[in-house]
């Protein structure tokens, strides 16, 4: 489970350069993370994180769950998913993290595409860069510190967002 925390704190960051980005559709969107490292050491992709989340006694499991929704994500799929409606993309202002999380995020470039970011939250901070690729799809990449084992830590990602379709199903959007 100790290995699992960073990837959580992580996770949190990854999702903030969506709260500016209103070209992308309302619906259902599953991310998914790759070249995860911590303190220089690579971590296991999502797939492998997904089985041992899995294999785990079921109040661990539980407690990575209700962390992550929390943030509004929820596991599922080939990664974690969430759930954007029609009036929070319209809006400019989606709400993917917590705002009891204390988390903050700005936008520092928007060169087309490609909008730079930096990001605060009490246990994380850093920066990254999300590239647009369509309406349906986008990657970013995040590099910062973060103390979610008590010890501080440096970590980076990348991640790949993926529109699945209009209709969330069972992962309820952010209110």
């Known amino acids: 489970m100790k290995r699992c925390l960073p990837v959580v704190a992580l996770l949190g960051s990854l999702l903030a350069p969506l709260a500016h980005a209103q070209m992308l559709q309302p619906g259902l969107w599953e991310l998914t993370t790759s ?12 797939q492998f994180m997904l089985g041992q989340l899995k ?30 409606t029609a009036a929070q993309v ?55 510190t973060f103390n979610a084992t008590g010890t501080q830590q440096k970590g980076s990602m990348n991640t790949r967002a993926v529109w699945k379709g209009p209709n969330c199903g069972a992962v309820k959007p952010r209110t």
């Open 35 to 46: 070249n995860m490292q911590v303190d220089g050491n690579a971590m296991p992709d999502m």
């Open 90 to 144: 319209k809006s400019d202002d989606i709400p993917l993290t917590d705002p009891k999380s204390g988390c903050t995020q700005q936008i520092t470039e928007r060169n087309g595409n490609v909008w730079k970011f930096r990001f605060s939250c009490p246990k994380a901070q850093g920066t990254g860069q999300a590239q647009f690729l369509s309406d349906r799809e986008f990657t970013t990449n995040v590099v910062g």
């Open 55 to 84: 294999n785990m006694a079921p109040e661990q499991r539980a407690m990575i769950e209700q962390t992550l929704s929390k943030q509004g994500i929820t596991v599922g799929g080939n990664g974690i998913q969430s759930c954007l």
